[in-house]
């Protein structure tokens, strides 16, 4: 049920220190992506609402942890074919379809083709545990599918290998589906900001410093700096 993009990349890119049981090593660290996600999501809205502050350009945290979990499974995999085909189809889509259409799932819905309107708490709780039951049966099907005494097909064991770097790939391009070189800024703010992310994290493989130190710099050349420029 916690397993998220995030943790699904860094669960496929890591393995349990010696001595330590690898199920429990792989529970934690989805317990702990859950809570850092909960925790932050509730002290980023209780500091907004304390001390107010232009956060323009902040939304560029997640793409900073996109680079940095592309920039690990890129130096560990043993084939870049996958990523080089995440990025590759995913420009390619991105062309054809535009940047109005949400593609980094595996349905494509037009914005404005689907609306869901809750009017009671009733149906928010209904509808929460609908989207709830839908998430741990996709979640648990593989266990059933797959037990830890039959052998996983090679296709699937394949795809469980490949198909990380290409999503987290494939997600490094839609963080940046919105940026245009033809006007405003030309998409320079962005194109720094992602390099700087990269060689600070192929320098000295800190998520933290990568993440923020990127953030932050984006965040002073989209309010600081090209606005004067401009």
Known sequence: FSLTDETYSLLCGVSAPEGIDPDWFLFFISLLDQLYWIIGSCIGAAAGSFLPFDSTGIDFAMTALFLVIFVEQWEKANSRLPALLGLGITLVSLIV???GWHFS?????????????????????????????G??????LPFFLFPA?????RVVAYLGAALPSASIAMLVVYCFKNVSVFSGSHG?????????????HKWRHNLLLSIVGGTVLYMLLVQLVFPVLA
């Open 149 to 153: 005494g039959k052998e996983t097909p």
């Open 97 to 99: 379809v535009g940047p």
């Open 105 to 133: 799932r595996t349905f494509v819905i037009s914005k404005g083709d689907f609306q869901m309107t809750i009017q009671t708490p009733l149906q928010l709780v209904i509808t929460i545990g609908i989207i709830a039951l």
């Open 135 to 140: 998430t741990f049966l996709i979640r648990a």
């Open 188 to 200: 320079l703010p962005e194109l720094i900001s992602a390099v700087f992310v990269i060689v600070v």
